[in-house]
């Protein structure tokens, strides 16, 4: 199987800078967004903080596999899920570290989602609302579980879906890289077929767009995976845009 993959980031219509990033490190097969939070541009560094601190993890463990990491394994995982995990958790270190020194940037954080491909599938790490979606033989599923206020209503059972439409505090999150000096990271293990693609993306984008609106776009693009994720930034703007929108998209074709 070859994989393309595609990336695009949008300030949006309400917002005057953008604090998303995102990153296609081909050479590890490492796929990334983050969604920075805080004012004064610190949500800006916060994002790009979590992608080059991630980035740095995988490079000198894979020069250096003897390298003593920052954490200890866990054995209940195997070697890469525990690499993509502590090079997660280094980053939330550094961002917290920073923000404790800085009083311009206390408060910083961001969210973050990555798709890691190894052991012949891939695996999904996220700390946040920025979400993985699967694409698969016409359905869009949702590869991760939001990290937000919100849904631990929706959870709890307390929420009829016209509370859920109106929720007063739907931008409130619950976990995010930087909050603390730890930080507990979701992981998922999945398998790609031929055809799949995975779509990587901030709460600019899964907040405007409907799944339903997802799938259809993700359904009817064919050819250039460029042109499908200008086509779901595009669809966020049109839904009024009030946030910053980033896509990643990756997809696995016949090699």
């Given at each position: 199987m070859r994989i393309e993959?595609?990336?695009?980031?949008?300030?949006?219509?309400?917002?005057?800078?953008?604090?998303?990033?995102?990153?296609?490190?081909?050479?590890?097969?490492?796929?990334l967004v983050a969604d920075g939070m805080g004012g004064h541009a610190s949500g800006e560094v916060a994002s790009k903080m979590s992608i080059e601190a991630l980035g740095e993890f995988l490079n000198e463990t894979s020069e250096d596999p003897e390298r003593t990491w920052p954490y200890k394994m866990d054995r209940s995982k195997g070697y890469e899920e525990n690499r993509l995990i502590t090079g997660v958790k280094l980053a939330n270190l550094r961002i917290y570290q920073t923000s404790q020194r800085d009083g311009k940037k206390r408060g910083m954080g961001t969210t973050f989602v990555s798709l890691y491909a190894a052991d012949d599938g891939v695996y999904i790490a996220h700390v946040g609302d920025s979400r993985c979606y699967r694409f698969r033989?016409?359905?869009?599923?949702?590869?991760?579980?939001?990290?937000?206020?919100?849904?631990d209503y929706i959870k709890m059972k307390r929420l009829t879906p016209e509370e859920i439409?109106?929720?007063?505090?739907?931008?409130?999150?619950?976990?995010?890289?930087?909050?603390?000096?730890?930080?507990?990271?979701?992981?998922?293990?999945?398998?790609?077929?031929?055809?799949?693609?995975?779509l990587l993306c901030s709460d600019g984008l899964a907040g405007p767009v409907s799944d339903a609106e997802i799938e259809e776009?993700?359904?009817?693009?064919?050819?250039?995976?460029k042109e499908t994720a200008s086509k779901l930034i595009e669809r966020a703007n049109l839904n009024g845009g009030p946030d910053n929108i980033t896509a990643v998209l990756v997809r696995w074709t016949a090699g």
């Open positions: 993959v595609a990336g695009e980031t949008n300030v949006g219509r309400k917002r005057n800078h953008n604090e998303d990033n995102f990153a296609l490190l081909t050479e590890f097969g490492l796929y033989q016409g359905k869009l599923e949702a590869m991760t579980e939001d990290h937000s206020l919100l849904n439409e109106s929720f007063p505090h739907k931008n409130v999150i619950v976990r995010a890289l930087g909050m603390k000096d730890t930080v507990k990271v979701d992981t998922r293990y999945e398998v790609p077929e031929i055809g799949d693609t995975f776009i993700l359904a009817t693009s064919t050819g250039d995976i």
